[in-house]
């Protein structure tokens, strides 16, 4: 009967560290493994395809949390397929809001730029100047 993998392996296997193995463990992401009378982790081949899961849903931007609540729906016979759908959905319009503040910053970037294009002191810088009265009109504008 052959050996279990080891902690070690499981990670090449999945293509992870060793420390995201115990920290996903710590988290309830992956079940704690029976351990030998020595003491070491005794993994199986559901290890390494749980990582690899866990890795590809982190790919599409679900945040650990979420993937804790895809691996439940995974493991649970009642879940419908709209079930997960509408988790999808649901990343989707996240990710759809951070492209509109990512994009929203772009442009304020680019003009700013383009403000300071002239050169000149660092002291008339528009860009420099749009930062400081930006972060005094959050303090109150002192």
């Known amino acids: 009967m052959p050996k279990p993998p080891t902690i070690g392996r499981i990670a090449a296997l999945a293509d992870v560290h060793i420390e995201t193995i115990r920290y996903y463990e710590r988290r309830g992401l992956l079940p704690d493994p029976p351990r030998t009378e020595s003491g070491y982790r005794q993994y199986d081949a559901e290890s390494v395809i749980r990582l690899r899961f866990i890795k590809e849903a982190q790919a599409l931007g679900f945040t650990l949390e979420e993937i804790q609540g895809l691996l439940a729906l995974r493991v649970d016979k009642e879940t419908s397929c709209e079930d997960v759908r ?22 304020a970037l680019q003009e700013m730029i383009a403000a300071c294009a002239q050169g000149g002191p660092s002291g008339e810088c528009p860009l420099l100047e749009t930062l400081e009265r930006n972060a005094q009109e959050r303090t109150g504008g002192s």
């Open 86 to 107: 509408r988790r999808a959905e649901h990343k989707v319009a996240d990710i759809e809001a951070k492209i509109s503040a990512l994009q929203a910053m772009h442009d």
